[in-house]
């Protein structure tokens, strides 16, 4: 049994943690020269354009998340976050430039 005051603490604040609202994220449209999966996954370098086939279309893209990438897709590690990280940086609105890797010294 929840004590009244926690149970007001939740009616004020509302759940705190929502983890099927947090994985619902937007699909914005493509915009510039960026049409399509292939062309934004070609525009972020580091080989990435390989994995094109294995995402069906545009919302695919931006709806998928690290775990279905790796089991389902096959894509690995570094590939997986790179292609997150640019995600999000497209839904923020930067548009997709390579980023070299460092060189190792």
């Not at 294995?54 to 279905?68: A, I, P």
């Not at 897709?73 to 609105?93: F, N, Q, V």
Request: proline share 4%.
């Amino acid at each position: 049994m929840l004590s009244s005051k926690l149970y007001s603490s939740i009616a004020r604040t509302g759940v705190r943690y929502s983890h099927h609202a947090a994985t619902t994220k937007s699909v914005p449209s493509p915009r510039g020269n960026i049409q399509d999966v292939e062309s934004f996954l070609k525009s972020i370098g580091r080989n990435c354009e390989d994995f094109a086939s294995k995402f069906e279309n545009w919302e695919q893209l931006f709806t998928t998340n690290s775990r279905v990438m790796k089991n389902d897709m096959g894509i690995d590690t570094k590939a997986r976050k790179y292609i997150l990280s640019w995600t999000e940086r497209y839904r923020k609105g930067v548009q997709p430039y390579a980023i070299s890797l460092p060189k190792k010294k």
